[in-house]
Structures are given as structure tokens and as C-alpha cells.
């Protein structure tokens, strides 16, 4: 393979065969180019399907631009180093052959100026590295916070509160780096080698060619352990995410822990989860490091070869004995960006473990798996009048075996207070559950409002439940996370309706502690109703709400719902759920359901005075009271 002689003679006069590879070249050397050139291609083009994970990628579609601001930025850096490494080549060949010293300066100059603005553009990448991985984690947690909020509590009844949090916190988090330095490194790495591996093979094919193979094996020592390094990841993730799980399952239940007299065995479960992470995290070390070892061999390997490839050519008197050190030192630079790469590559592999579990949770967004609702397709025979609706209704937790309500029937009329009993497992959840819009029927329709109530509209229906959320902060805040704009009075008015008069004396800035610890269970539940006032919900369900008030406080909460009304005049409609039947005095009508359907329905006293399931509850509640 001959070196065209032009080609040599420039390398040999200025130490730089530099730029220029023209339409002088021969046919064998550009047989070579292409040959090399499809090398690199097929390298990038492996490089890029195997360490990007295309489903992956889609993730980081809401930091486009930063994306590419820092990838042109680390072109911008990988190009000062190629234009330092010729500059410091031409000031070491001018040395060499000792050219006068003046003649260095325009190099020097060059030499300082790229050391100078570097790290400009260091800063400048980080900034944008901050900015990709700011607007990465802010999309995406925002995506599975929107899945979480659309799923419901039925669409993932097996998925722990730690396991979730991991993903939402640590399991974004690791995503950062992912896109903020191994994504944009992959494209730097592509181009620099292209780029560099060109100008070798102009400066003297057989070290291209060298250089080219040896660049090309690089990307392809991590594939051998793709499998196992990705295994190893997710071993760690899920060791990971299941220790945060038990921590936080242990610092919710502590006191119950405490009082069962089972922390020593608590201690034990935490003790194998964390010792579980050690060897999930050692054994992936292990293989990180075999996988570093063969990158870094390489990483030497490549410039040694190319230098040992400069000196035969010099030896034989096909390249010009100056070129070794621009020979050298771009092979150095060939090799360079691979290094960065690597130090990215164990971030990759984190990001594409926490990343696989990311999209899990977001397949199928917004996030609910439908099973046979087909309230869609059906034009809506919904009476006007009726604000809840389910039309012989079929359902079924997901991989349950029963069905928890079979062929129900019910119509709830606007503006009326209705109250559904049944005994323990009779499905009174399930249909609130349903009435939320949680989940799907097997068969038949549920409406709210005359729509599919999966579609109804944010605001519908206000819950209130036995165990309310309130949120740290003051009461105010918490009344205000529904109504920002509500003035203090209707702060007050809205607590007096629910009976929570005492709290407003207390006043609004009173803070509530973590999760409401600082209020009482009936305090609490008086909070939550105002706030469910305070939404102007035209639905309002109450699903034992008020079971920590007195039966007095109770009655006269449930007799004051009877008189809400929305902003245009219309009546509120309340569901109630309730164990304590004598409070349900003064509701519209009482739904009594047993085993999954509506067994009887009718006026408090009218199935008080009969001989069904509701007179026997209500008896059995009255012999309690009376034993
Ligand atoms: N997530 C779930 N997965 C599978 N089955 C469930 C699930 N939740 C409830 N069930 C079952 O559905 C049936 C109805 O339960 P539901 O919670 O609706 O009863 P309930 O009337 O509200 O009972 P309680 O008064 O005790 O709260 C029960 O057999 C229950 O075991």
C-alpha cells in the first residue's frame, strides 16, 4: 500500500500532513479510506443501537435542546484538543529539527489559546449538562406522576410505596447522568473518532487503518457482558428498591412493629435486604471492573499501536520521521473521547436499569389498564336527572378470581344523600372505587354525570375517606390546595359546615404536622370534609368519614350535606358509606348490599321496620349499644 509521495512530502516538511487529502490520492489509499470509513460507520452505527437503548431515548424528548447544546459543546472540546494535539506536534518537530525559536510562536499561541478557552467550555458544557438533566428528571417525574395519578390505587395493588418512591426519586435521578454526559459522550466519541481516524489515514494509512481497527474493537468489549451487566443492574435496582421499600414499610409501621413486639424480626428482614443490596452491588462492581480493566488495555493499546505502526512506517521510509509526534498524538486523541465514554459507561448501565422500570410504569399512559368499559362506544341513555348510574355491572379487581360486584344495579338521583351498607366485604369500596373512575367494569357501565366515569371530569367527585390525607403545613394551606382563591371567611365557613368550628378558633395558620399527626382522627376528617366542600364538587362521597366523630357530630355533619348546594342553586349529591347505621336516620334513601349486589333499598325506616339484612345490622348495632 504506497503513501501518495505529495502526501509524504508535506508530512515531512511541516511535521503536519495536516489537513489536505485531495484528488491526488491513489486508488489504493482510498480503497483504504472507504474500507476504514465503513468500519467506523458500522462501528458508530453498532456503537449507537447497542449503548443507546432506542426506547430509552424517548425519554429525554423533553430535553431536546440542552441535549444538543451539550453535545456541540463536547464537539467544541473534542476539536481543541485535536487542533492542540497538532499544534503541540508541530512545536515538538520545530524543536526536534531545531527550528528558531520565534518560528514556535504562532503554535505556542495556539497551544496557549486552546488551554485557555477549554476550560470556558468546560464550564459552559456542565452548565448545559445541569440543564439536560434538570429538564430530563422534570418531564419524566412529572409523566409518572401524572401515570400515578391516572392509574388509581387499583392499577398496581402490588407495587410497594418504597419501590415506588425509589423509582420517583433515585430511579429519576438516575437518568441524569445517562443523558446529561453518556448520550451526548456517545455522539462526541462517534464523531471524534471519525474525524480523527480520517486525518490519520490522509497522514499515513497503515496507522489509520491500525488505529481504525483498534477503535472499532473498543465499543464492543462492554457488548460481551451486555447481558450480564445489564442483568447485574437490574439485581441491583430491584435489591435497591426493594431495602427502600422495607425501610419505609418499617418507618410507616413502627409503632405497630413496637407494640406487636416485632422490631428484633423486622431488624433481621432489614439486615438480609441490605445484605441482599451488598451483593447485588459487589457483584455488579465486579463485572464493571473486568469490563473498565479490557477498555482501559485497549485504551493504551490503541495509541502504543498506532506509535508502533508510526516507527515501522519511519523504518521503512514511508513516513516522515517528524510525523510521529502528530501520529502519536492524535492517535492519543482518537482514543481520548473513548475514555470520557468509559467513565460515563457505568452511569449508561444505571440509567438503563432505573430507565427500564421507568418505562414499565409509563407504558400504556396515562397509565390505566382498561379492561371492557365500553360506556365510549354507547350513545348515553343517562337520564338528566341522575347523577350516579351503574347499569348492571360486572367487576373484578385484576387478578382476582371473584368477581366483587356481579350484575349491579344502581341510580342515585341528583342532589340526593344516599347512604350504602352492607356488611364487611359486601363491596361497598369496590363501588366507590368504581364511582371514582379507578377502574373498569368486566361488564356493564358505571356513569357519573351522564359520562363513563374513568372520563369524568378533575373536580367531579370529592372524596372523603376514613383515613383522610392532609398534608404538612397549616389548615389553611391544606383548604387551599383545593380552592387557591378562597378567602379566609369561606376558609372559616366551609370548616363551620363540618362542624369545625373549634379549628377555626384554633386558627387557620394552626399547623397541621406530618400527614395531620398534630390534629385528632375526627379533626382530621372534619378538615377533609370542609375541604371537600370547598371544591364545589357536584358529587361528593363520604366513604366512612365521619366514623371518628361522636354519633351526634355525625348525624348533624351528614344532616348538613343534605343542605349543600353548588354555586348555580343545585343540590349536592352525597354518598355515604357507613357502618354506623343510626346515623343514616335522615339520608334519602339507604342501599343495603351484600356479596357484590343490591339485596334491598329503600327508606331508613321503612327497611328498619322490615325483616331484611339492613333490620338485622341495625339490630345487631342496637344490641351492641344496649349490651
Ligand atoms: N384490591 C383488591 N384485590 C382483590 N380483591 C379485592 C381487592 N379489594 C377488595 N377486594 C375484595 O372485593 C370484595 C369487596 O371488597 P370491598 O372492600 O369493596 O368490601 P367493603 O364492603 O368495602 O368491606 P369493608 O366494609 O370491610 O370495608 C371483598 O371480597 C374483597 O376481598
Not at 4 to 15: D, K, L
Not at 76 to 82: E, G, K, P, R, Y
Not at 175 to 204: H, K
Not at 280 to 299: I, K, N, V
Amino acid at each position: 500500500m504506497s503513501v501518495p509521495r505529495r502526501v509524504r512530502a508535506r508530512a515531512s516538511e511541516a511535521g503536519l500532513a495536516a489537513s489536505v487529502v485531495t484528488g491526488g490520492a491513489s486508488r489504493s489509499m482510498w480503497c483504504t479510506t472507504d474500507y476504514t470509513l465503513l468500519i467506523t460507520v458500522i462501528n458508530i452505527k453498532l456503537a449507537w443501537s447497542l449503548v443507546i437503548h432506542s426506547r430509552l431515548i424517548r425519554l429525554g424528548r423533553g430535553a431536546r435542546q440542552p441535549l444538543v447544546v451539550v453535545t456541540v459543546l463536547g464537539l467544541v472540546l473534542s476539536a481543541l484538543a485535536v487542533i492542540q494535539a497538532f499544534a503541540l506536534a508541530t512545536v515538538f518537530s520545530c524543536i526536534v529539527a531545531g527550528t528558531p525559536i520565534d518560528a514556535l510562536a504562532p503554535a505556542l499561541v495556539v497551544v496557549a489559546v486552546a488551554l485557555l478557552v477549554r476550560p470556558v467550555f468546560v464550564a459552559l458544557r456542565e452548565l448545559a449538562v445541569h440543564s439536560v438533566a434538570g429538564a430530563v428528571t422534570r418531564s419524566v417525574r412529572g409523566r409518572l406522576l401524572d401515570a400515578e395519578a391516572a392509574a388509581g390505587p387499583l392499577a398496581r395493588p402490588d407495587a410497594r410505596t418504597g419501590t415506588r418512591q425509589s423509582l420517583l426519586t433515585d430511579g429519576v435521578d438516575g437518568l441524569e447522568p445517562y443523558f446529561g454526559r453518556y448520550v451526548p459522550q456517545v455522539v462526541v466519541t462517534a464523531v471524534t473518532v471519525v474525524a480523527v481516524v480520517t486525518i490519520l489515514i490522509a497522514l499515513d494509512p497503515v496507522v489509520g487503518l491500525v488505529t481504525a481497527i483498534i477503535a472499532a474493537t473498543v465499543p464492543f468489549v462492554p457488548r460481551l457482558w451486555d447481558r450480564a451487566l445489564q442483568a447485574r443492574g437490574d439485581d441491583h435496582w430491584s435489591a435497591y428498591s426493594d431495602m427502600n421499600a422495607d425501610v419505609a414499610d418499617s418507618l410507616r409501621g413502627m409503632e405497630t412493629l413496637k407494640l406487636l413486639g416485632a422490631t428484633t424480626d423486622r431488624r433481621r428482614t432489614l439486615t438480609e435486604s441490605s445484605a441482599r443490596l451488598l451483593h447485588a452491588t459487589l457483584g455488579q462492581l465486579r463485572l464493571s471492573l473486568l469490563e473498565s480493566g479490557l477498555t482501559g488495555f485497549l485504551l493504551i493499546a490503541g495509541p502504543a499501536a498506532a506509535l508502533l505502526a508510526a516507527v515501522v512506517r519511519i523504518a521503512s521510509g514511508d513516513l516522515a520521521a517528524a510525523s510521529v509526534f502528530t501520529v502519536t498524538l492524535l492517535a492519543f486523541e482518537a482514543f481520548r473521547p473513548f475514555r470520557e465514554l468509559a467513565n460515563h459507561w457505568h452511569a449508561g448501565y444505571l440509567g438503563v436499569s432505573a430507565g427500564g422500570r421507568v418505562l414499565a410504569a409509563l407504558d400504556g399512559e396515562p397509565g390505566r389498564a382498561r379492561s371492557v368499559q365500553t360506556t365510549d362506544d354507547a350513545p348515553s341513555v343517562i337520564p338528566d336527572d341522575e347523577a350516579i348510574v351503574f347499569d348492571d355491572v360486572t367487576f373484578r379487581y385484576p387478578g382476582a378470581e371473584q368477581a366483587s360486584l356481579h350484575g349491579f344495579d344502581l341510580r342515585i338521583a341528583r342532589g340526593s344523600v344516599v347512604a350504602v351498607v352492607g356488611p364487611s366485604g359486601a363491596g361497598k369500596s369496590t363501588l366507590v372505587n368504581l364511582v371514582l373512575g379507578f377502574g373498569d367494569p368486566e361488564e356493564g357501565r358505571v356513569s357519573v354525570l351522564g359520562h363513563a366515569a374513568r372520563d369524568a371530569a378533575p373536580g367531579t367527585v370529592a372524596l372523603v375517606s376514613q383515613d383522610p390525607v392532609l398534608f404538612s403545613g397549616t389548615i389553611r394551606e391544606n383548604l387551599r390546595l383545593v380552592a387557591p382563591g378562597a378567602s379566609d371567611d369561606d376558609l372559616a365557613a366551609a370548616l363551620e359546615r363540618a362542624h369545625a368550628a373549634d379549628l377555626v378558633a384554633h386558627g387557620l395558620d394552626s399547623p397541621v404536622g406530618d400527614g395531620g399527626a398534630l390534629l385528632s382522627g375526627g379533626e382530621r376528617q372534619r378538615v377533609a370534609i370542609a375541604r371537600a366542600l370547598l371544591m364545589n364538587a357536584p358529587i361528593i362521597v363520604l366513604d366512612e368519614a365521619s366514623s371518628a366523630l361522636d354519633a351526634r357530630a355525625e348525624r348533624h355533619v351528614l344532616g348538613d350535606l343534605r343542605a349543600a348546594t353548588l354555586p348555580d342553586g343545585s343540590g349536592v349529591t352525597v354518598l355515604v358509606i357507613a357502618h354506623r347505621l343510626a346515623a343514616l336516620r335522615h339520608v334519602d334513601e339507604v342501599i343495603v348490599v351484600d356479596d357484590g349486589r343490591v339485596v334491598e333499598r329503600g327508606g331508613f325506616d321503612e327497611l328498619a321496620a322490615g325483616d331484611g339484612l339492613f333490620a338485622r345490622l341495625l339490630d345487631a348495632q342496637t344490641d351492641r349499644v344496649d349490651a
